[in-house]
């Protein structure tokens, strides 16, 4: 069996004092460094965990600014569009009441130029019956029929503008 001897007591008190010594000086220590080390991944995980729902906050926040950057970039557009429309149906309606009007005008100016030479015409016509007249009453009108032609035609154009 065993046999118990003095160097064996000696070894196992040796024993007893290293481990009490290790305990002392080295366990509890490296228990501190591993609770340490634990708490600090702990604490690193939960920083991770905020620093990533920071991170889903942020992106959602972006995405949201995005989607109202594009919808009022949209309506910037529209807006533009429709006004770019009603200036060109304002312009095409202007021209177009421009265009009307410079036709009533020139039809107005046609009208009064027509008017103006048939006056010119019927003056000159007049003017030139009334010596084509006079000459032919000079020559051929001494007679006292003709006289009486004569007489008779002033008595009509004279009822005629009563």
Excluded at 18 to 34: D, G, I, R, S, T
Excluded at 48 to 66: F, V
Excluded at 142 to 162: F, H, R, S, W, Y
């Amino acid at each position: 069996m065993v046999n118990i001897n003095a160097t064996l007591i000696a070894q196992i008190l040796n024993f007893i004092v290293l481990l009490a010594v290790l305990a002392k000086f080295c366990y509890k220590p490296l228990l501190k460094v591993l609770d340490d080390r634990r708490n600090h991944i702990i604490k690193d995980l939960d920083s991770a965990e905020q620093t990533r729902l920071e991170a889903e906050s942020l992106k959602a926040q972006y995405a949201k600014q995005l989607a109202d950057a594009r919808e009022e970039a949209t309506a910037i557009v529209d807006k533009a569009n429709k006004v770019g429309q009603k200036l060109h149906d304002d312009l095409v309606a202007q021209a177009q009441a421009e265009k009307e009007q410079m036709l009533k005008n020139a039809t107005e100016h046609i009208e009064q130029e027509k008017q103006q030479a048939l006056l010119d015409v019927r003056t000159q016509v007049v003017t030139l019956a009334t010596q084509i007249a006079g000459k032919i009453v000079d020559q051929k009108l001494n007679g006292p029929e003709d006289q009486a032609l004569i007489a008779k035609t002033a008595d009509t154009v004279l009822d005629a503008n009563k």
